[in-house]
């Protein structure tokens, strides 16, 4: 969950070959040069490229977990079998004829938050593309932790305690079983939305720790406004000036494009790490500040994103669906 300034919209990187021209996909098919990344922040390989695996007609699922078992010191998994560390979310073609695995790492049974991966493999069943980091080494970040503790309705009570008030909710608190990692520490707990439009909205998300009831994070994900559509200006890193689609509401001006699919939104952390942050506000709707270019950029080049693949494939966003489409600026230090 960790970046310097921008954690963006993450397309899949499958997805994004799928989308190139037919003679650039052909070329990326091929993949003369394999391409690796590392991310030292996380300690894990975050993106493999190239002919990574001989064809083979084993099951997608098999080639890729035992790719991963051979790669184990790229992804810090510890003892663990790959079979073991993740879960297979979805499996579906694209239209090269590609198949990609959706992943979420798990241990021992319980998901990992906000740690999920994807594989493109071709259809003669090599591995092309790996991309996501894992949370490394939590066989010795999770030694003798139990899952065991506080009950799940204790949970609830404990972040509505906090929360400071019982709101009328619009669902009721579901808590989730879930490993939650942050910085060199991971821990089980139980993750509590509390989702509610009275008295005022909200839709909190609290990580409580499954043993000691310890809140171990905590943020308001209420991430769009309702108001009329409008159109600004802003300033991005390189002094460009662009147009951007806002949403004007109470006075002020929000980067939030209802026009294209479920909307393009694009968020603030103020150096924090609570994700998304809040929504990008201004009051005349020209974003022209130093601190604005980060946000201006990434919900610019986001709108360009959908466009191409509306134009290019007609792809209502890049799962064909509407996805909204989400950037948060100024992450960390």
């Not at 960790?2 to 037919?22: E, R």
């Not at 490229?49 to 997608?60: D, H």
């Not at 790229?74 to 979805?90: E, I, P, R, T, W």
Request: glycine share 8%.
């Amino acid at each position: 969950m960790k970046g310097k300034i921008v954690a963006g919209t993450v397309l899949s990187l499958g997805l994004m070959v799928s989308a190139l021209p037919h003679s650039e996909a052909f070329a990326a098919s091929k993949n003369v040069l394999s391409t690796e990344k590392f991310n030292k922040e996380k300690d894990s390989a975050e993106f493999k490229s190239g002919n990574l695996t001989a064809p083979s007609s084993e099951a997608p699922e098999t080639i890729l977990f035992n790719f991963l078992d051979k790669n184990k010191q790229s992804y810090k998994l510890g003892s663990k079998q790959a079979k073991d560390s993740f879960k297979v979310l979805k499996k579906s073609k694209d239209e090269l004829g590609n198949t990609v695995l959706k992943l979420q790492q798990t241990f021992e049974g319980v998901p990992v938050f906000g740690s999920t991966q994807a594989a493109v493999l071709k259809d003669d069943g090599v591995l092309n593309v790996v991309s996501g980091t894992v949370v490394s080494d939590l066989d010795s970040k999770l030694d003798k932790k139990d899952k065991k503790g506080i009950k799940a309705s204790q949970a609830v009570n404990i972040a509505e305690s906090d929360l400071g008030f019982t709101p009328k909710y619009e669902q009721a608190p579901d808590p989730e079983l879930v490993v939650f990692a942050s910085e060199d520490r991971a821990d089980f707990a139980y993750k509590v939305n509390l989702n509610f439009l009275n008295p005022k909205p909200g839709n909190y998300y609290y990580f409580v720790s499954a043993k000691t009831g310890e809140i171990l994070n905590k943020y308001n994900t209420l991430d769009e406004v309702t108001g009329t559509n409008s159109v600004g200006t802003g300033t991005g890193v390189l002094k460009n000036t662009v147009s951007l689609n806002t949403t004007l509401s109470s006075g002020k001006y929000y980067l939030q494009d209802n026009t294209r699919g479920n909307g393009i939104f694009t968020y603030n952390t103020s150096n924090s790490s609570r994700l998304p942050g809040t929504l990008w506000a201004d009051a005349d709707n020209i974003f022209s500040a130093t601190n604005d270019a980060p946000a201006v950029d990434a919900h610019y080049y986001a709108g360009k994103t959908y466009d191409y693949y509306k134009s290019t494939f007609n792809r209502n966003s890049y799962d064909g669906y509407g996805a909204a489409l989400k950037s948060t600026v100024h992450y960390g230090s």
